[in-house]
T-cell receptor, first 110, second 114 residues
Framework: KNEVEQSPQNLTAQEGEFITINCSYS?????LHWLQQHPGGGIVSLFM?????KKHGRLIATINIQEKHSSLHITASHPRDSAVYIC????????????WGAGTKLIIKP | KAGVTQTPRYLIKTRGQQVTLSCSPI?????VSWYQQTPGQGLQFLFE???????NKGNFPGRFSGRQFSNSRSEMNVSTLELGDSALYLC?????????????FGEGSRLTVL
């Protein structure tokens, strides 16, 4: 079992829909990252959080430390949100390595 | 403020050759980490450099090496290339050592080994 599991693996939705991507992890963490990777390959850091909730524009990230679970929400989704969303955590025994989820491929249809 | 710059963006090599990739971090960032991404795979950590010292290394063979210069620019080298080394190589810079700081990624160097 991977230490970081994302669900769903693939998600196709219509423009305007509310999107939720989940990330569950099995290790204690000091930080969790949500990142976005577009088809060209470049990766953009969306959020880094260790507790609670963060919001940036139409994106919201939440984390529940007790349940070892984080969610990334996209409100009023748009085709330009189509990308792979990746969750990564820094575990307590991984020195400075991040433990990466496999990613969720999101397609928003107009 | 310029972002993370990786060069070259694309390159094609043949088996047995060696390749050097370059990463220039955001000005002021002293941490550079390298990742390999193959089709269908998540990012695999290669190594991290901070202040010219390798701080951590992933589970890759010795053919993969790197270094960091005094201006924080980093290079990674892969010797004796194998077909399986075909991948997108990404670097990320961070203000702080380790990965508790926000990461800024470059566009990547896409290596094809024939």
């Amino acid at each position: 079992k991977n230490e970081v599991e994302q669900s769903p693996q693939n998600l196709t939705a219509q423009e305007g829909e509310f999107i939720t991507i989940n990330c569950s992890y099995s290790v204690g963490i000091s930080a969790l990252h949500w990142l976005q990777q577009h088809p060209g390959g470049g990766i953009v850091s969306l959020f880094m959080l260790s507790s609670g909730k963060k919001k940036h524009g139409r994106l919201i990230a939440t984390i529940n430390i007790q349940e070892k679970h984080s969610s990334l929400h996209i409100t009023a989704s748009h085709p330009r949100d189509s990308a792979v969303y990746i969750c990564a955590v820094k575990g307590p025994n991984s020195n400075y390595q991040l433990i990466w989820g496999a990613g969720t491929k999101l397609i928003i249809k107009p | 403020k310029a972002g993370v710059t990786q060069t070259p963006r694309y390159l094609i090599k043949t088996r047995g050759q060696q390749v050097t990739l370059s990463c220039s971090p955001i000005s002021g960032h002293r941490s550079v980490s390298w990742y390999q991404q193959t089709p269908g795979q998540g990012l695999q950590f290669l190594f991290e450099y901070f202040s010219e010292t390798q701080r951590n290394k992933g589970n890759f063979p010795g053919r993969f090496s790197g270094r960091q210069f005094s201006n924080s620019r980093s290079e990674m080298n892969v010797s004796t290339l194998e077909l399986g080394d075909s991948a997108l190589y990404l670097c990320a810079s961070s203000l702080e050592q380790g990965t508790t700081g926000e990461l800024f990624f470059g566009e990547g160097s896409r290596l094809t080994v024939l």
